[in-house]
């Protein structure tokens, strides 16, 4: 496993979850924008178009590519809660990457986004009884998920962007 594309590890969902795991995902999902924001705070514009790892996504890229995938995460959630079983919709994550937006538009304007969504989200997720954690959609790229499974995998991409950021910080000792 490469450390510096997964600094976290890989994803691995708890099986059983709990009212307290739950608690403790939504805490996260709370969270994200606010510790997002401040690991890019003190980068410069040179410093946000540095890979995080040879050949990866710019601390840029990686930014607004939380909230793309974050405005997706929200759609599938309310898909699943509102039709059975649905496909969701997937998007080529590294062509997005390469689209002017991700180059040209200030991370200020995905921040912005993220800390607005989450803010729904969160209502979203704790108005949810256990039942409805067991709502299900079809991923493209995983299969069918339960929402309780999707969670923790939000909660960990989330996370796991930003510890790729605070990684290539510590290397370059921007800290």
Do not use: C
């Not at 969701?88 to 990457?97: F, I, K, N, P």
């Not at 921040?111 to 607005?116: F, R, V, W």
Request: hydrophobic share 40%; proline share 6%.
């Amino acid at each position: 496993m490469d450390i510096w594309s997964y600094p976290l590890g890989i994803f691995k969902p708890e099986e059983h979850p709990t009212s307290e795991h739950r608690a403790i995902w939504m805490e996260d999902i709370t969270l994200i924008p606010k510790s997002l924001r401040l690991t890019v705070k003190s980068l410069n514009a040179e410093q946000l178009l540095t890979p995080y790892r040879p050949g990866g996504w710019n601390a840029q890229q990686v930014v607004h590519h939380l909230a793309d995938n974050d405005m997706n995460a929200y759609i599938r959630f309310k898909r699943a809660l509102t039709e059975d079983t649905p496909v969701a919709g997937s998007y080529r994550e590294e062509l997005w990457a390469e689209l002017s937006d991700y180059q040209e538009a200030p991370i200020e304007t995905s921040l912005l986004l993220l800390e607005s969504l989450h803010q729904r989200f969160v209502v979203l997720l704790r108005s949810l009884s256990p039942h409805q954690f067991q709502r299900t959609f079809i991923s493209p790229t995983h299969g069918t998920m339960t929402l309780d499974i999707a969670a923790q995998r939000y909660a960990w991409h989330g996370r796991h962007h930003i510890a790729q950021i605070k990684s290539l910080k510590e290397r370059m000792g921007w800290i």
